[in-house]
């Protein structure tokens, strides 16, 4: 008679002892498999929590100052016109960040891009205003055209002179402003900006200014449909399989025979023109003109707009009619949150300190290692992989 004992394999496993490791399902599984969605999360809400601390430091309720934000956006007559509005250029300034980033590049150039698009977006519009339609077609052509010239030279000096594009863009916002705003008080000027003071180009006619369709801005449909169109390029066509081998591994990539540095020229010129067109968007469809501050913070709330899209097209949608609603708000919030204590209600600058928190909380991967302490390492490279 044999000592030795056989098991039966269809027995069920025993329920493993209070020492022995256990499986970690559940919803623990889950958070751990969707890091990046669990960082902008919590990301959202400890930047709404910040905001809230300080509204409640200046006397005014918090749930109160967030509900006037939606509801200035959304809900007051034309407040949801006003928010695709300004939807419609701050997703093509968060594309003109994901393209580049999909290829190992961090554009932050978005600022000057965007000026150089709408001065002559505003200034082609204005000349062929009497072609209707077409003429703000042309404006929006120019647009990208202009900006993506802009991204062509950032492009060229990284690829064939080791040029760091951060360093690049950054010297060409400068040199952008400079241009620009010679070009509106020089050449492109209007009469009436020569008493008023105020540099300004003309005004586009009204047969070539972008309008919305039932209550939807035309450049909020432009700027959908190529956020779809990026994304289906850059996942089912051989430029996008190019785009993300050059971002994953260079050296793989050249092995392949891929063009690096026609890759790096393209992608920088296709996220470039697509600032320039927001710009074109802007001048053509909201003030109809062009003006040095027609550009503000848009080309930076891109840069916010890619890291809470995790650099995927169609999520950029979402995150910029997040910071469209959050800008349209702000500025009936200070209107609705004047008290005698406060005469001057909350400033609408409460929103680039939200803004700049989201954008701190999404950009280190300091706080994935603080959510998944025992995945450290795992955490670590789903906050800080653009390409993914």
């Known amino acids: 008679m044999s000592d030795t004992t056989t098991t039966d394999p269809a027995a069920p496993p025993t329920d493993p002892g209070p020492d022995e490791p256990r499986d970690r399902g559940g919803l623990l599984a889950y958070l751990i498999g969707h890091q990046s969605g669990v960082v902008i999360v919590v990301a959202l809400v400890i930047s709404l929590l910040v905001g809230a601390a300080l509204i409640r430091y200046q006397g005014v309720n918090p749930w109160y100052a967030y509900e006037t934000l939606v509801r200035e956006a ?56 009497g072609a209707g339609f077409l003429g703000a077609l042309l404006g929006m052509v120019a647009g990208l055209v202009f900006g993506a010239l802009v991204g062509i030279l950032v492009g060229v000096l990284k690829a064939y002179r080791g040029v760091h594009e951060v360093i690049s863009t950054i010297m060409l916002n400068y040199i952008v402003a400079g241009v620009t705003f010679w070009l509106v008080v020089g050449p492109l000027q209007a009469e009436s900006s020569k008493t008023s003071g105020i540099p300004k180009t003309e005004t586009i006619p009204e047969a070539a200014q972008l309008s919305a369709v039932a209550g939807v801005p035309v450049g909020f449909a432009v700027a959908v449909v190529l956020a779809v169109a990026c994304w289906w390029m850059l996942s089912r066509t051989s430029l996008g399989f190019r785009f993300n081998t050059v971002g994953a591994n260079k050296s793989a990539a050249g092995y392949a025979g891929i063009p690096i540095n ?127």
Do not use: C
């Open 74 to 129: 959304l809900v007051t007559p034309g407040g949801f016109t006003r928010t695709l509005q300004k939807t419609a250029p701050l997703v093509l300034t968060g594309l003109a960040v994901v393209l580049p980033l999909r290829v190992g590049l961090f554009n932050i150039g978005g600022q000057g891009q965007f000026a150089m698009g709408a001065i002559f977006g505003a200034w082609v519009a204005y000349v062929a205003g």
């Open 262 to 388: 026609r890759v790096v020229v393209l992608s920088m010129a296709l996220g470039a023109g697509l600032a320039g067109l927001g710009g074109a968007l802007e001048a053509e469809g909201t003030l109809h003109q062009f003006e040095p501050a027609i550009v503000g913070t848009l080309g930076f709330d891109g840069i916010t707009i890619a890291l809470l899209a995790r650099a995927n097209p169609l999520a950029t949608i979402p995150a910029a009619f997040l910071v469209g609603m959050l800008r349209t708000g702000a500025a009936g919030l200070q209107f609705a949150t004047q008290t005698p204590t406060l005469p001057t209600g909350i400033t609408p600058e409460i929103v680039d300190l939200l803004l700049a928190i989201i954008l701190l909380m999404v950009s280190i991967p300091v706080l994935g290692r603080w959510i998944f302490r025992s995945r450290a390492d795992k955490a670590s490279v789903a906050t800080t992989s653009w390409g993914s």
